[in-house]
């Protein structure tokens, strides 16, 4: 019987791995993240199955990499076929709660065919991907009707669309207002007063619903928007750092040079990136990033400290981690989607609160972890049915309990760039277009569809990623081994879902037990 009763599960949006204080940047204030790192397993090399978070998110919550599951990119829905976390977590009596952002966008079609006409408890749950909403605030887009609004509204601000006009509005020294989506702005404090921000008022739903459930068990999924753009922080957070106190921009002239790969130049071209590409901008935009991070870090000291008064540490689990990175003007990109580590690479701390975790407790665990890990870590820490004919993660149980026998030795990520002003400008028509990484220890391998050829980064020579080796005759025989390694990889995508292993195996050879004789002579 697992001593683990409860998970909390918290996402932050956009974050990169190199911005905590424990993974080594020399100026960013982390105190609290530092603190779970210190009582839990630090995953130095986590990585997530896609650079955009919707996708990414799908391959959270179902355990499943993009290809499996199907929803690609942003605002393409999960399939009604696909379950969640909330699912296996149901079966087993149990329910995850929802605090904040999740990106699930419902199956309208599946559920016309189901005939699923929204009065039924299915179509609430499959709606938000069977999460029980104590509250959603997706952020990066107005949200008049959201509680968040009506709240906000209730605190004083006055306005059809508060997020619109207070949250991620400034005042210049004139008082006149701004957009906050007007990157420029990023250096001036929101209009929004701290303590009514997205990621304390996000932190308050938390921490009423812990206290609300008292001894009852839970799972909850905090889930911030921030530090994802709008870039715009309340003070004292967004004059917390000066531009000499952020990571130097990662970039070189070759990157956008003849050579270059054809699809990563349509990306140099999109406008946020030719944004980035003005050093103005980095130095306006980055101090706010990671003002925006302090300010979490902050709020999640009270989430710590409210687990301290509940005597939640002794029997919750802890999942800390981000859904992608951003390129903030590394390799002349803003975003995030392509395939370098500022993107794909994400903090990820685990504290597991079992006396078997005491000998890893501060540990910096260097293998591989991916974003699908987690439904299969919660599912075991649950003690509950790992649903192994559905799930393609590992627990990390064993690595936090150091009882793992051999480990993965590469990740794997996608991408479907129909969607984006590049394929547009590379001059194709609407349809399958597809991108996948396979990185192990050294090389980081990309196949491009359409027609494109592939790109290979050497880490032990090129750890920045800036010299694209894909065209490199020299390199064929590693490009021949990285492509065996995708195509293997690819082979064992779990397609077969509706049937477990042990249902499959109760099938095998069971013809004549059935009635039927063909084949006897």
Not at 252 to 269: F, I, K, L, T
Not at 486 to 513: C, G, I, V
Request: net charge negative.
């Amino acid at each position: 019987m697992s001593a683990i009763r409860n998970v909390l599960f918290i996402m932050c949006d956009q974050l990169r791995w190199d911005h905590m204080g424990c993974a080594g940047h020399p100026f960013l204030k982390t105190p609290n993240l530092d603190a779970l790192a210190a009582k839990g397993v630090r995953f130095t090399q986590a990585y997530v199955q896609s650079g955009i978070c919707g996708p990414s998110r799908m391959s959270y919550y179902t355990g499943r990499y993009v290809s499996s599951h199907g929803a690609t990119h942003n605002r393409v829905p999960l399939s009604v076929g696909e379950v969640t976390l909330g699912w296996h977590l149901r079966e087993a009596g149990r329910t995850l709660a929802l605090a904040g952002k999740t990106h699930v966008l419902p199956d309208a079609r599946g559920m016309k065919r189901l005939q699923l006409d929204g009065q039924h408890d299915l179509k609430a749950l499959l709606d938000e991907g069977w999460f029980t909403l104590v509250d959603r605030h997706d952020g990066h887009h107005a949200e008049p009707d959201s509680a968040y609004a009506a709240w906000l509204r209730a605190q004083g601000y006055d306005s059809k669309d508060p997020w619109t006009d207070y949250v991620i509005a400034v005042e210049d020294a004139d008082g006149r207002v701004l957009n906050g989506w007007k990157m420029r702005n990023a250096r001036l404090p929101a209009r929004v007063k701290e303590q009514h921000s997205e990621t304390a008022y996000t932190t308050d739903v938390a921490l009423d619903f812990m206290r609300r459930q008292g001894d009852a068990p839970w799972v909850l999924h905090l889930s911030y928007v921030k530090p994802h753009w709008p870039y715009i922080a309340p003070a004292p957070w967004h004059a917390m750092y000066s531009e000499n106190e952020c990571l130097p921009v990662s970039r070189h002239p070759d990157e956008r040079g003849p050579d270059a790969h054809p699809v990563m130049r349509a990306w140099q071209e999109e406008e946020v990136s030719r944004s980035f590409q003005d050093d103005a901008c980095i130095r306006t935009v980055r101090p706010a990033y990671q003002g925006l991070i302090s300010q979490l870090d902050h709020h999640l000291g009270r989430v710590w400290a409210e687990m301290e008064r509940l005597g939640r540490w002794k029997d919750t689990l802890v999942v800390f981690c981000s859904d992608h990175g951003d390129y903030l003007g590394d390799h002349w990109l803003g975003e995030k989607e392509l395939f370098h580590d500022c993107v794909q690479r994400i903090p990820f701390v685990l504290y597991d609160p079992s006396p078997d975790a005491d000998a890893t407790r501060g540990r910096a665990e260097d293998r591989f972890v991916e974003a699908i890990d987690v439904v299969p870590t919660i599912l075991d820490a649950l003690a509950l049915d790992p649903a192994e004919h559905v799930v393609e993660g590992r627990s990390l149980l064993p690595l936090t309990r150091a009882s793992a026998d051999g480990w993965r030795d590469a990740v794997f990520s996608e991408l479907d760039w129909t969607f984006r002003g590049a394929r547009r400008r590379l001059g194709h028509p609407t349809g399958q277009h597809h991108a996948w990484m396979v990185r192990d220890a050294r090389w980081k391998y990309v196949h491009w569809t359409s027609g494109y050829r592939p790109q290979l980064f050497d880490l032990a020579a090129d750890p920045q990623e800036f010299f694209d080796r894909g065209a490199d005759p020299s390199c064929d025989a590693v490009m021949d081994a990285m492509r065996e390694r995708l195509l293997a990889w690819f082979t064992r995508l779990k397609r077969r879902t509706t049937l477990t292993w042990a249902e499959a195996e109760l099938r095998t050879d069971r013809h004549k037990a059935a009635g039927v004789f063909y084949g006897e002579w």
